[in-house]
């Protein structure tokens, strides 16, 4: 072998493990890139059982896919991390952590020191970040058209949808929306063959005891127990003394007192966190108490700040009336609804106002889909009325790749080589929305380029329709500013992360107690 051969090979080697996490980083991409933009398609994600999703939900997609690649493993992390913080936006944070780790392996193939890159890529990031920050158009109320606009692009055009997120948004008002603590997509649910709804009110997944013979009760007093509705314990080796079993006795007739004294107190509705004594089962039908065993915590907490209630334990229900009623919420109607199996709790009480979205449709796969999109319109909008909007369809990004290509030309040192990385990562948005629409992505870019210049403004885009050049924000196509940048921010660390790898090695199991 020759030494121009030889220094070939040690070359490959050399770049061998980043090469194979691009690639793989690469395919992971390429499965969510297509879904990008209004005439992005969905892809068909099939179980092992045969089971189908059909959807363009990144989060979706990235989440379902059976990725065993550690550094395809690492992107994925960014569509997770995008979701559990912003609810939306994933593909467009997975598909520019793609582009970052692209631009950074050609730079660094090309001999740039990959610590350069990376150092390079971060001050990248921080700057585009500072760029799209001072770009940001702030939503003035419920009713500004903007934030309608920014619902409408996250629910991918489904009016439908977007009525629903809306009134919701309204009925939950605007300074709910703005606590960090409510998450409006948290409320939403997907119901097979009911029809869209705003409930102001929770819906409890548990069904009630004797649902058949469940009534319809208004302005109901409601009992909430972290506890069973059950006679206290006892020792069951006490039983076998006579003392023992004269105690269970007078615990049996407490516990026939408990129960009288709550139907005495017009109690309509019992929800416990664990179960229900047959005894106290028959007792409820007889009066017609709703009981609901078996819910959770977190939604008997919901109740008690919906209804005014104070959660207590089995104890509680010694007290005295006065004592006793003082623990009890209200609500002005509770009811269980056959068609969707569900107990419906409206609100009441207290100035606590829940809201739930019910998304139907007639099968499980599309309403499926659909809780997704609304659960994707509802994060856009809470993001919008937090931290403003953008631009969407790339344009803001592509302004800041050109502003940082002029930061770039005065730059010193190869870090610049990471700057440069990240300017042509940013462009990667609106190429592939273009390429997805049937354009080409190299002619319409300079077409927008050349309008962002000439108009001063951030916001001329691609009309995917016509092909012909728009006003995005006049047209309304905007994003939520949080969305982009902790996208951005996301996927500049999990690009940096990879980039850095130098060789991937196997460990050893742990259950291995042989030495090295």
């Not at 991390?81 to 939306?88: L, N, S, T, V």
């Amino acid at each position: 072998m020759s030494q121009g051969q030889q220094g070939h090979v040690d070359g490959d080697d050399r770049y061998s493990t980043l090469l194979n996490n691009s690639n793989a980083v690469r395919a992971v991409t390429s499965a969510v890139e297509g879904t990008l933009g209004p005439k992005g398609l969905d892809v068909m994600l099939v179980g092992p059982r045969g089971e189908v999703i059909i959807t363009n939900d990144g989060v979706t997609i990235l989440d379902k896919m059976d990725v065993s690649h550690p550094a395809a493993r690492l992107l994925i992390q960014v569509a997770r991390a995008q979701q559990e913080k912003i609810g939306d936006g994933t593909t467009t944070a997975t598909v520019l952590a793609g582009a970052l780790v692209q631009e950074g392996v050609s730079r660094i193939t090309k001999g740039v020191p990959a610590s350069k890159v990376v150092e390079g890529m971060r001050q990248g990031v921080a700057t585009a970040l500072q760029l799209l920050r001072d770009r940001v158009r702030h939503i003035d109320g419920l009713d500004d058209p903007l934030l309608e606009r920014t619902v409408y692009v996250a629910g991918r055009e489904r009016r439908d949808i977007v009525e629903l997120i809306m009134e919701a948004a309204s009925k939950a008002g605007l300074a709910r929306l703005k606590d960090p603590a409510y998450t409006l997509a948290d409320h939403i649910v997907a119901l097979e063959n009911a029809e869209n709804e705003v409930f102001e009110g929770l819906l409890l997944r548990q069904k009630p005891i004797y649902n058949r013979e469940a009534r319809e009760f208004h302005d109901a007093r409601v009992l909430v127990l972290f506890d069973a509705l059950e006679p206290d314990e006892m020792d069951e080796e006490a039983l076998t003394t006579e003392a023992g079993f004269a105690q269970y006795m007078d615990l049996r007739k407490q516990f026939a007192s408990d129960l009288a004294k709550l139907a005495d107190l017009s109690v309509k509705l019992i929800l416990l966190e664990k179960g229900v004594h047959p005894d106290a089962e028959q007792f409820c039908l007889d009066h017609g108490i709703m009981v609901v065993p078996r819910v959770s915590r977190a939604v008997l907490r919901q109740v008690c700040d919906m209804t005014g209630a104070v959660a207590g334990r089995r104890k509680a229900l010694h007290k005295d009336a006065e004592p006793l009623l003082s623990l009890m919420g209200r609500t002005p109607k509770v009811t269980y609804d056959e068609r969707i199996e569900r107990v419906r709790l409206a609100c009441g009480g207290t100035d606590e106002r829940l809201v739930t979205v019910i998304v139907g449709a007639s099968t499980s796969e599309v309403v499926g889909e659909a809780a997704r999109i609304a659960g994707d319109a509802a994060s856009a909008l809470q993001a919008a009325i937090t931290g403003g909007v953008l631009p969407g369809g790339g344009t803001s990004e592509l302004a800041v790749s050109y502003e940082l290509e002029r930061i770039r030309e005065a730059q010193k040192g190869m870090e610049a080589f990471g700057f440069e990385a990240v300017s042509s990562a940013l462009r990667k948005p609106m190429s592939q929305i273009l390429l997805n629409a049937g354009y080409n992505p190299l002619e319409k870019m300079e077409e927008v380029r050349a309008a962002q210049i000439n108009e001063g403004s951030d916001s001329m885009g691609i009309d995917c329709d016509s092909g012909s050049v728009v006003d995005y924000e006049t047209a309304g196509i905007v994003d939520p500013a949080p969305v982009k940048l902790h996208g951005l921010r996301a996927a500049g660390e999990v690009a940096a992360a990879v980039l850095r790898i130098h060789h991937v090695i196997k460990m050893k199991d742990l259950g291995d107690s042989a030495g090295i």
